[in-house]
């Protein structure tokens, strides 16, 4: 089956400096690659998805990177601010009826101020 | 997105009972699927549920433990039997989108004393 792996497990950066998170999939079969966030308390929220016949996703301060080939994706989000500050969670399915996800293990951003 | 109802959304249990966590739909949707995290970790998914058949378990999960029903295409129920405090843990329904987009119930926050 999918495995998903995410680095780094917590990231914490200044406010107004940029994230990266990555995450590597096994799958070649997978090809569609949502992004969750996750504050305290709550459920967790799509806050932007890639399928994998786009390079690139953006969407305001956020965007998605995929690199088929390597199979790996990656979340930018640029000019952090506090309400940035979250658990962010990567996951892969292969689509259609086959939508199940399979979740990497998360990272915890804290921005700072 | 759909309008997605799941209850309850916390509950303290005795060990040896069982919950039944249900989740309700605003719309038809082809999949429903069960996840549960664990304290402190990420989503894994428990099954998929499908409408006229039998849910379909990961591995590790077995249906005698996590029961399914799916009696129409907006509603499904999950339940959590002979419960344990290793069985604590936040559980959450996802209906399957359009376009494959998942999306999260609130969540059901089980605590098995």
């Known amino acids: 089956g999918e495995n998903v792996e995410q680095h780094p497990s917590t990231l914490s950066v200044q406010e107004g400096d940029s994230a990266v998170i990555k995450c590597t999939y096994s799958?070649?079969?997978?090809?569609?690659f949502p992004w969750y966030k996750q504050e305290l308390g709550k459920r967790p929220q799509l806050i932007i998805d890639i399928r994998s016949n786009v390079g690139e996703k953006k969407d305001q301060r956020i965007a998605v990177t995929l690199n088929k080939t390597a199979k790996h994706f990656s979340l930018h989000i640029t000019e952090t601010q506090p309400e940035d500050s979250a658990v962010y969670f990567c996951?892969?399915?292969?689509?259609?009826?086959?939508?199940?996800?399979?979740f990497g293990t998360g990272t915890r951003l804290q921005v700072t101020l | 997105s759909a309008v997605i109802s799941q209850k309850p959304s916390r509950d303290i249990c005795q060990r040896g009972t069982s919950l039944t966590i249900q989740c309700q739909v605003d719309?038809?949707?082809?999949?429903m699927f069960w996840y549960r995290q664990q304290p402190g970790q990420s989503l894994t998914l428990i099954a998929t549920a499908n409408q006229g058949s039998e849910a379909t378990y990961e591995s590790g999960f077995v249906i005698d433990k996590f029961p399914i029903s799916r009696p129409n295409l907006t509603f499904s129920t999950l339940t959590v039997s002979n419960m344990s405090p290793e069985d604590s843990s936040i559980y959450l329904c996802?209906?399957?989108?359009?376009?494959?987009?998942?999306?999260f119930g609130q969540g059901t926050r089980l605590t098995v004393v």
């Open positions: 719309s038809q949707v082809t999949m």
């Open positions: 996802s209906p399957l989108g359009t376009g494959a987009e998942a999306f």
């Open positions: 996951a892969a399915s292969r689509g259609g009826t086959a939508s199940k996800l399979t």
């Open positions: 799958d070649s079969a997978s090809n569609y």
